[in-house]
């Protein structure tokens, strides 16, 4: 599917509900808004279900290596959201069955950026159980004192390719003309009933959506 499908066919769902114009222009923007909204409709911060990963497949990127320095990794400049970060611990010492430089490999949690000050044992940083934070696009770990981490492997959803659609009149046979869309055309016809929407609610109200943005922004943080 090209943008230029999705654009002929929101154009057939706004013919239905005799919305106005949609230009060339407002499809470039509201579509790109669309993916952006079901990005972060399906993603869970502390859960995937299977659905969710099948939806976003085309953006899901796995065994990403961080190379870690003093506990902190720069993140992939592609990251949306993050989904898994599994760390190898080397040990210092002789801890419980495990010998001095013995590697133990763990799932780190994520902590939201609020949490990570709170005086709380569940929160708190262990062998088996260490967390990290993100902050200033790097990845900071918290673990015990008694290891060093070098790697990890981080699973993440990417960023979506940008939509774009050229004005009437440009050769629509040139990707650079007519995007090529990198979702199923399943998910695509969920995305562009949803761009519809987002398209008709800023013609009612045009800070409503605005609004709706901020909120769910808030509510992620």
């Known amino acids: 599917m090209k943008a230029l499908d999705v654009y002929r066919a929101i154009l057939r769902e706004l013919d239905k509900h005799g919305s106005p114009t949609f230009t060339i222009k407002d499809f470039n923007h509201f579509i790109n808004s669309a993916v952006d909204e079901y990005i972060s409709n399906n993603y869970d911060q502390f859960d995937i279900t299977a659905k969710d990963l099948m939806d976003l497949e085309p953006l899901y990127v796995l065994d990403a290596e961080l190379t870690f320095t003093n506990g902190q990794a720069s993140l992939p400049s592609d990251v949306r959201f993050p989904t898994t970060l599994v760390i190898t611990q080397t040990l210092s010492r002789q801890e419980g069955p495990y010998a001095k430089n013995e590697s133990v490999v763990s799932v780190a949690k994520r902590l939201r950026s609020n949490q990570r000050k ?104």
């Open 118 to 221: 709170l005086n709380n044992a569940f929160k708190t940083a262990a062998l088996h159980y260490p967390r990290y934070v993100i902050a200033n696009n790097k990845v900071v770990l918290s673990t015990v004192n008694y290891v060093s981490v070098s790697s990890g492997m981080f699973d993440y959803i990417k960023n979506p390719d940008t939509i774009y659609l050229a004005d009437e009149g440009a050769d629509y046979d040139q990707e650079e003309n007519n995007t090529t869309i990198q979702f199923s055309d399943r998910i695509m016809k969920e995305i562009w009933k949803l761009c519809r929407r987002i398209f008709i609610e800023n013609i009612e109200n045009g800070n409503r959506y605005q609004s709706q943005i901020i909120e769910e922004r808030l509510r992620k943080e």
